[in-house]
């Protein structure tokens, strides 16, 4: 009898050391085609594009195009310990504060939203003169998504049109 406690006590506290814990200081993990943005629900494909963030409570949210994890936080407000983009150029992940954006709408994004990060400012610059776009620091993207500057609208077939 003691020897079936003992069993059960030990499965118990293996159960709950293997619950699964999020490590805000490393890159989550996306399942490419096969995990939906948060966002729009569509899955996620291209990697140069996907961003993602955890939350205080060691929630994941991912999504396929930066603008949608704009859209998303500016909606929902939630508490976020760090946010997390691609390097255009790399694909490697980067946290979104050390990254340098470019912000166009003659980019071709998952969502048209027209966002690209890296973390090298110098192709940031190069790309940004070749398709007339911005450069922007996360903090201002995440104040025009917060005063509604990065909507995109679905029009007929599939087109899309920024306000």
Known sequence: MWNAMAVVLLLALLGAGCRSSVDPDAPPDIRYGEDACD?????????????????????????????????????????????????????????????????????????????VAFGDPQPARELAARVQGEILSFAELRRRAAAGHLKVEHGPAGSHTHR
């Open 39 to 115: 966002q729009c629900r569509m899955l996620i494909s291209e990697p140069r594009y996907a961003a993602a963030y955890v939350t205080r409570q060691g929630e994941v949210r991912r999504f396929d195009d930066i603008g949608d994890m704009l859209l998303y936080d500016a909606a929902h407000g939630e508490e976020v310990l760090r946010f997390w983009v691609h390097d255009y150029a790399t694909a490697a992940w980067l946290p979104a504060a050390q990254a340098v954006f470019v912000y166009s709408r003659a980019l071709s994004t998952p969502m048209a939203h027209g966002i």
